[in-house]
Every structure is written in structure tokens, then in C-alpha cells.
């Protein structure tokens, strides 16, 4: 997921005249799925014209699970995970970069996935690096990898927007590990130890909740080969996820050295990914994040410009979700925004939306969404999310066509019940701060 920014192509969402119905023909493989005794689940799917494979792990352990003492602690065992040596002193990372490929890891709310890329006859064995790796994590990686995240929390506190993200984050997902930024806090980071790691690892290590999401130039065999890396894992599934706290604070204000002018940040809440009401959700984003402009909200009757309007974030990863909306500017300007934004967000509960709006915000949803399948990265996180959705494999083929589906009233509906209780996150220069 991206921060979706807004430019001109507000001006295309309101031409005048009929659209023609969206396009909702996906190009998804066909693909197998299997699981293992223990629970595992694999997927699979041969490209034809892909020289390369990749592999997607999902591992059910994430920044959700994290305990609030140890913020961090996911990207700092996943980094470690990467760096372990695996055969004859050479780390996961360094073997593929030799074989020409690349081992990388994301941490998102519910899961840490590991993903590797490479020729299709290297991947099985560099899969299995993996597991050993998750299995026994080398604590001689903890400084180098604690030194990157540091880091990594620095440049993230430079952002306006990460900052009012994590503001928002901190306020509704309060009691869990998502509270708290992608990579820790300097704070927490100082304090993990190795059994920190080790037993953070074995959070991963649960046949219920693993997905391996394989695509590309691979063979029965090379799936099967994949696959065994993972048959040795005790079967049975980790702990929930803690549920956050209800929303009780709906506002914070912080001074941010760094940023010139004010920025805002309403958050809302928003449908998970597997939620009936996602397509509907994926139509709002795209009316405001592609949308151009502050417009979008007034139905294309006329209004002040709203030169604050910035953009959205939709993170349906987490459960519950959360919608963003990003204002910047100064004094003046912002105030107008956030009550015209206001007013606009209630007009979205209280009335449908015109038909010829509708249709050119579902063409813009289902387009972004074709549209993030641009990798083969990309390819293996949408199969592994289709293998852990209740509608099955099926989930990603059939998404254009819900989007499609979405009628006014369930863009109505979807806004007054999701979109009724906002978070508001100010960021102030230091000037400003009072």
C-alpha cells in the first residue's frame, strides 16, 4: 500500500458525458493450492513468459503482535532472519544477490513476509535457507540490524506524513503493536535481546497462518521442493492478535521540527481487506485520493479551491481499518479545509452520490487495483492474499467486479458507517506550536 497523492486528473473524473462501464477482466493465473498436515498453505502459479520465480512467505506474526514493551521487534527479527548465515557464512540476502536475485521482508498489521526472487532453479534452496534461518536466528545480527532500524525510525520522524500516520495509529490501535511505527522506537530498539528474537521467531514458526505465494518459471517439482522446507513446522496456529482499544482520544497535536508549514490528518475508521463492505471503501479512496482536489466532496457543484487537500491512505491490512485523509498548508487554509473536508464527508452519509461520479470513481478504483499488480513481488502478495481470504483463490479474479458492483447506496452506506468518528492528528512547526 501508498500513500495515494492527488493531481490533475480530478479534471478527467467530472468530464462531461456517459463513461463506459468499467473493465473488469483481470489477468490473474490460474493457481493451485495445497496444504500441508501441519497446515501450511502453498499456492502456486507457472508463468509462461517469466524467466525468473518468486516466493512469498507470509508468516503469522506481525507489528500487531508485537508486545507494546518490545515496538520493533517484528522488522528487528525479520532484518536478523535476512542477515543469519545459512551456508558456509553466507546470509540468505548475500546468496541470492549472488544468484542474481534479491531476499527482502515486509512487516505489515497481521504478518511479516519474506520475499525472495530468483532463478527458478535457485529457489528451493534458497526457501529453505529460509526456514533455517527463521528457525535459528544468529543474535550476532542484532546490533548491525537494531543500527538500521534506528535509522530507519530517524528518517520516518523527517516525514510530516509518516509522523501524522503514526499519530493517528497511535490513537486507534491502542493495545497492540501496531500503535507503534513499522520500525520500533529508538527507545525500545535499545533494549531487545536475543531471546527477544529467538522467541519473537517462533511466533512464526505455526503451520496455521503460514502462506507461501509462489509464481513464475516453476514446476510441479520446484513447488513440491518449496513446499518441504516447510512440512517440519508444528502444526497449530500463534496467539490472536490483541484487539485495539476503543477510540477514546480524538485529537493530538505534536511540534515536528522539520516541517515548514502545518499538517493534518483525519483518521477514520475503514473495512479490512476481507470485509463485504471493501469494494465500497476502494470506491471512496479513489473518490478522494485520485479525485484531484477537495471537490470530489461537493459533488462537482462549485466551492472554494482547497489547495490543503493532500491526499488519502487506506490501510485495510489492519483489523479494524483505517482511512486517512491528509491536509497541508498554513493556518488559514487548513482550517477551511478541514471544514469543508467535514462537510463533505457528511454529505458523503447523506446523500448518493451523482451516477456519472460513481462510474468514473469505480473506472479509478479498478484501474489503481489492476494497476498494483506491476511485479512479480507484487503478483505473489496478491495470490498469498487471495489463498488467506474466506473467498479463496478466487478473491483477487473477482475483485473488479465487486468494485464494479458498488452502487451509491452502498457508498452511502459504507460512509455513514464507517466515516462518522474522525481522529484528528495536527503536526505543527515549533513557531507555530502552542
Excluded at 527482502?104 to 526456514?131: H, N
Excluded at 466532496?297 to 485495510?316: E, P, R
Amino acid at each position: 500500500m501508498k500513500l495515494r497523492h492527488c493531481s490533475i486528473l480530478f479534471a478527467a473524473l467530472l468530464l462531461v458525458g456517459a463513461a463506459p462501464q468499467p473493465d473488469t477482466n483481470a489477468s490473474f493465473p490460474a493457481a493451485a493450492r495445497n496444504a500441508l498436515p501441519n497446515g501450511v498453505v502453498i499456492v502456486s502459479a507457472p508463468l509462461a513468459d517469466s524467466p525468473i520465480a518468486g516466493a512469498q512467505v507470509f508468516v503469522p506474526a506481525g507489528l500487531m503482535q508485537q508486545p507494546a514493551g518490545l515496538a520493533g521487534i517484528a522488522a528487528l527479527t525479520a532484518s536478523v532472519v535476512l542477515r543469519t548465515p545459512v551456508e558456509r557464512g553466507a546470509s540468505l540476502t548475500d546468496l541470492a544477490a549472488n544468484a542474481g536475485g534479491s531476499a527482502t521482508y515486509t512487516v505489515d498489521p497481521e504478518s511479516t513476509r519474506f520475499y525472495i526472487e530468483s532463478r527458478a532453479a535457485d529457489l528451493p534452496r534458497l526457501v529453505r535457507d529460509l526456514a533455517s534461518a527463521i528457525a535459528n536466528p544468529d543474535p550476532a545480527q542484532i546490533p548491525m540490524a537494531r543500527a538500521e532500524l534506528v535509522d530507519q525510525v530517524s528518517e520516518t520522524a523527517k516525514s510530516p506524513v509518516q509522523v501524522a500516520y503514526g499519530m493517528v495509529r497511535q490513537v486507534r490501535y491502542l493495545g497492540t503493536g501496531f500503535a507503534f511505527p513499522d520500525g520500533g522506537r529508538a527507545s525500545t530498539l535499545s533494549r531487545m535481546a536475543a531471546a527477544d528474537v529467538q522467541r519473537f521467531a517462533e511466533r512464526y514458526r505455526h503451520g496455521n497462518g503460514t502462506v507461501v505465494a509462489i509464481l513464475g518459471a516453476v514446476s510441479d517439482n520446484n513447488v513440491a521442493a518449496i513446499g518441504s522446507a516447510f512440512s517440519a513446522w508444528p502444526a497449530g496456529a500463534g496467539a490472536p492478535a490483541p484487539q485495539p482499544a476503543a477510540v477514546t482520544r480524538q485529537s493530538q497535536v505534536i511540534s515536528h521540527r522539520n516541517v515548514e508549514s502545518t499538517w493534518l490528518a483525519l483518521g477514520y475508521g475503514a473495512p479490512s481487506q476481507f470485509s463485504k463492505d471493501f469494494p465500497a471503501m476502494l470506491v471512496i479512496e479513489a473518490l478522494l485520493g485520485r479525485g484531484g482536489d477537495i471537490h470530489a466532496l461537493s459533488f462537482g457543484s462549485a466551492g472554494a479551491a482547497m489547495d490543503a487537500f493532500v491526499g488519502t491512505f487506506y490501510q485495510y491490512e489492519a483489523r479494524p481499518g483505517t482511512f486517512v485523509i491528509f491536509l497541508n498548508g498554513d493556518s488559514a487554509t487548513i482550517t477551511q479545509a478541514m471544514s469543508e473536508m467535514e462537510a463533505g464527508v457528511a454529505r458523503l452519509r447523506g446523500a448518493n452520490l451523482p451516477a456519472d461520479l460513481l462510474l468514473r470513481a469505480k473506472r479509478l478504483a479498478i484501474g489503481d487495483y489492476l494497476m498494483s499488480d506491476s511485479t512479480l513481488s507484487d503478483a505473489t502478495w496478491l495470490l498469498g492474499r487471495s489463498a488467506m481470504s474466506p473467498d479463496g483463490l478466487s478473491f483477487e479474479s473477482e475483485l473488479p467486479a465487486r468494485i464494479a458492483a458498488v452502487s451509491a447506496a452502498d457508498v452511502k452506506r459504507v460512509a455513514k458507517q464507517y466515516l462518522a468518528r474522525e481522529t484528528v492528528a495536527v503536526v505543527l512547526p515549533v513557531a507555530e506550536n502552542r
